[in-house]
């Protein structure tokens, strides 16, 4: 699962080209920023030695392609919705003392309190300490009750009773009055066919509301990572 292979260097290009292709899209993120792959590969490491992992849907292209957005964007603050076993959330949070610049406030959301109790244990490792939290319950309520901004918004709950991604849309809504000026929201699982009446909600939301712009797909694997940056 750790993704080490011959391909590795041709997976690190296809990252860094998908963060020039937002750059050119107007997305706010610096071009100046030299991806450390080396910490990546210790952070993988790390990751893969000590986390418990059920299952997941997130591919070696995918951990590259949200850790270099996430050294890029430099987030102060973040918040993912629907986070699990903190696996995916890792990627972004990074581990403190080798990530270039760390969060201020790490906050993973998801209604599966097992699933958080698992993700509070894996990323200890990642010594956030008291910067790092994972609430249990909806994240749409959540959202509507926190209180700091929000640099970078990762979206992906999963609600059979509701749709499965139709929530995105209630997610990105509840989340508007806390996401700063020039934020980025990442939602996962944008390329496959099962979700496309979901994503087709959630494009239409974003194109037509005025605080945002985007979304861009990146169909980098299988699932695909939709961002959107806002205004």
């Not at 850790?67 to 699990?84: L, M, S």
Request: aromatic content about 8%; charged content about 20%; some cysteine.
């Amino acid at each position: 699962m750790s993704g080490n292979s011959t391909h590795t260097p041709l997976l690190h290009e296809v990252a860094e080209h998908c963060l020039t292709i937002l750059h050119d899209h107007g997305v706010p993120l610096p071009q100046d920023v030299a991806i450390d792959w080396q910490t990546f590969a210790q952070l993988s490491k790390q990751v893969h030695d000590n986390f418990q992992i059920p299952s997941t849907t997130f591919t070696p292209m995918m951990r590259r392609l949200v850790f270099a957005i996430a050294e890029t964007a430099q987030p102060r603050n973040i918040v993912g919705a629907g986070t699990f076993v903190g696996y995916t959330f890792a990627w972004l949070i990074r581990e403190r003392a080798e990530a270039s610049h760390p969060p201020d406030c790490a906050i993973g959301i998801d209604v599966d309190s097992e699933a958080n109790i698992i993700a509070r244990t894996n990323c200890r490792i990642l010594n956030h300490d008291n910067h790092l939290n994972f609430l249990d319950g909806d994240a749409v309520t959540w959202l509507k009750q926190l209180d700091i901004p929000i640099d970078l918004l990762y979206v992906d709950v999963d609600s059979p009773e509701q749709g499965r991604k139709m929530l995105y849309v209630d997610v990105l809504e509840a989340s508007l009055p806390r996401l700063r000026s020039g934020a980025l929201v990442l939602a996962h699982d944008a390329s496959l066919p099962l979700f496309a009446n979901s994503f087709a909600q959630y494009n239409a939301f974003v194109r037509n509301h005025p605080k945002l712009v985007g979304p861009w797909t990146l169909p980098v694997d299988e699932c695909g990572l939709s961002v959107t940056a806002v205004l």
